[in-house]
């Protein structure tokens, strides 16, 4: 029995982990995403046009691609949200168990 409440704990703890690697991984190809704007949107300041243009350009890029960044740090933070409630209910349910073999209930 102990060993299945260990084993239950890891998995949570797995669980978790993997959470957060999947936020931070989101995190990572955000910055990945800010950067590339950045990127051209310099690039495209070096080009002979109009400031203007060269202004309006920059921050349509870097705006769609802080909206994609965003996108994917909340498509994350729901994936671990989820990865957290099935740790939780797994816990309720090893609880239960324990409660069931150990007091009887």
Do not use: Q
């Not at 990945?32 to 950045?38: D, H, P, S, V």
């Not at 994936?79 to 090893?94: I, P, T, Y």
């Amino acid at each position: 029995m102990a060993w299945e409440v260990s084993a239950l704990s890891i998995d949570i703890e797995a669980l978790e982990r993997e959470a957060e690697e999947i936020i931070e991984r989101a995190r990572r190809e955000a910055e990945k995403i800010i950067n590339e704007a950045r990127k051209k949107a310099r690039e495209i300041s070096s080009k002979p046009i109009p400031i203007d243009e060269i202004e309006k350009e920059a921050k349509k890029i870097i705006e769609d691609a802080r909206r994609r960044a965003e996108e994917i740090i909340r498509n994350a933070e729901r994936e671990a949200e989820e990865l957290v409630k099935k740790a939780k209910k797994n816990m309720d349910k090893a609880i239960e168990f324990l409660l069931k073999e150990i007091v009887g209930i």
